[in-house]
């Protein structure tokens, strides 16, 4: 009788142990997925700021995210697409097509 309260005793406190040990395990993944969507925050600031002189914004939300196909494009992005198609439509062609360069289509 003695030798199962001993062990339901001992089967509390390793539960108790393990409770414990599973909150601080659960607190660890939420402050980590914080940090995670923090340093993307970060990620997607800090490209977004390297690539302001280079491309539109438009054109940095399409390579943030290049699954996503309708873009509502500004008339600058058109008029600038226009400029270079009018140019040379083969070297449009290629920066869009090739380069994978975001532009319109038109």
Known sequence: MYRLKDEIVLLKNKNDTLLLKN??????VISLKEY???????????FSKTLKDIFSPTQIEML??????VFKWTSDDISSAISIRSISPKAYRFLRE?????LPGL
């Open 36 to 46: 995670c969507n923090k340093e993307e925050e970060r990620f997607i600031s800090r």
């Open 64 to 69: 943030l995210n290049p699954k996503k196909k």
């Open 23 to 28: 909150e601080k395990l659960w607190k660890l």
């Open 98 to 102: 090739e380069k994978k360069f975001p």
